[in-house]
């Protein structure tokens, strides 16, 4: 079994609006998603979330509280096959933190794995094409049931 590590943050303003990335990889598929991502070997998942979060949307922030852990397992048969790791499972560790923006303006990444970031009302996330993991986090967030 194969294992990610990853950091994301659940990110609203004074509206009640969210802010989500649109993770696209060509070989693997697309939907809107929290920022945050892989940590690299030895970095603090808090330190992470933060680097994530500026890579995807142009801003800074800082974590608020941790959310809590989810644990997601991808059974090998559902891989895609240009992971070159199809039929190994893949369990996803996935560390959510609430935080609030400190600076920065937005703006979209290039050359990385997400190709949009915009801001959502909960209503509108409903509508959205989306990873499970953005409602994992809104519910440990407090913002749907």
Do not use: C
Request: charged letters at 25%; a negative charge.
């Amino acid at each position: 079994m194969d294992i990610r590590i990853a950091a994301y943050a659940v990110i609203t303003d004074d509206a009640g609006r969210m802010l989500l990335p649109h993770w696209h990889l060509k070989e693997f598929g697309a939907g809107w998603t929290l920022p945050g991502g892989g940590i690299d070997p030895g970095e603090d998942p808090a330190d992470a979330v933060v680097r994530e979060v500026f890579e995807e949307s142009g801003y800074h922030v800082q974590i608020d509280e941790l959310l809590g852990i989810d644990n997601l397992v991808i059974p090998g048969e559902r891989r895609a096959p240009a992971s070159g790791r199809e039929g190994v499972p893949l369990q996803n560790l996935r560390t959510i933190y609430l935080a609030h923006i400190t600076g920065g303006e937005l703006t979209v990444e290039t050359d990385g794995s997400t190709d949009d970031v915009a801001w959502f009302t909960q209503s509108e996330i409903d509508s959205l094409d989306r990873v499970s993991l953005v409602d994992v986090a809104r519910r440990m967030a407090g913002l749907i049931r």
